[in-house]
């Protein structure tokens, strides 16, 4: 197995985990928030989606988002520039998710895309190694590190506060 042999197999995991997670919730528990200054599922769920868009598609193709391509922000009702990494707490919770099934269509899509993308690599991977990319606020680093730390490591994460979300609404979390 090759390194875009397993993005691949763990990029189908963390997606179906993250769907999963959240398909039966109701938009309060979309939206519910635990003391301090955490965000709710809504918000980390977007930010997720909109990361991997940016990342497969802006970043590493030079073609626009499926956010923008398809004007994602007009059918969600949110901001056209809504990414997620430079807001502050309080603006994120203030996202408000009015209808969470587009909101997992719009995930799917990009779901879809980013396996065509990865799928379509057929040196596995070493041209990516060598490619030398800029991520915001993370800096310049390898185009294959960019996916397995932004796209997959970092998705688990936030896998993981949502799990945390769920569980403080006693909700059952399936264990990967």
Known sequence: MDIISFYRQE????????QEAVQELTTDEWHFLLPG???HIAFTFLHCIRTEDNVYRFILQGRPPIWNEDKWHEILHLPERL????MSSADARRIFIHEPASLLQYAEQVWRDSETYLSSIQDGGSALADRII???PLGN????????QVC????????????TLL??????VRLL
């Open 11 to 18: 990029q189908r995991r963390v997606h179906v985990a993250l």
């Open 37 to 39: 200054a955490g965000n």
């Open 83 to 86: 990414q997620g990494a430079s």
């Open 134 to 136: 800029h991520v915001n």
């Open 141 to 148: 680093m390898p185009a294959l590190q960019v996916i397995g």
């Open 152 to 163: 997959i490591s970092d998705l688990f994460t936030r896998l993981g506060e949502i799990h």
């Open 167 to 172: 569980g403080a609404q006693g909700k059952k």
